[in-house]
């Protein structure tokens, strides 16, 4: 499966952003999604995962209340809904497809897209 996530951009704190991830080349509906992000000078970081349905998602505790994952079987795509954003929330943000919810479960990322939120 390919994977091409869109939607950065440049925002203050406070503001929101949506990002999108649109996948091709196998059956959406079959994989587990997720959200990473990677911020200068970091490692990459987990944001959150949804089931295949739609129905259970995580969140790592520094994003929970003030971001949303969901995603559209029927048009391939996932989104992060992001609010209330932080200076420390800059970083390039990539999703991923997997077997499950774990961290270990991911195996096809996507082309990031950056996010900068000035303070």
């Known amino acids: 499966v390919q994977l091409q996530a869109s939607g950065g951009g440049l925002v203050q704190a406070g503001d929101s952003l949506t990002l999108s991830c649109a996948a091709s080349?196998?059956?959406?509906?079959?994989?587990?999604m997720g959200w990473f992000r990677q911020a200068p000078g970091k490692g990459r970081e987990f944001v959150g995962a949804?089931?295949?349905?739609?129905?259970?998602?995580v969140y790592t505790d520094s994003v929970k209340g003030r971001f949303t994952i969901s995603r559209d079987n029927a048009k391939n795509t996932m989104y992060l809904q992001m609010n209330s954003l932080k200076p420390e929330d800059t970083a390039v943000y990539y999703c991923?497809?997997?077997?499950?919810?774990?961290?270990?479960?991911?195996?096809?990322w996507g082309q990031g897209t950056l996010v900068t939120v000035s303070s």
């Open positions: 991923a497809a997997g077997t499950g919810l774990g961290l270990s479960q991911f195996f096809s």
């Open positions: 949804i089931s295949r349905s739609g129905i259970t998602t």
């Open positions: 080349g196998g059956t959406f509906s079959s994989y587990a």
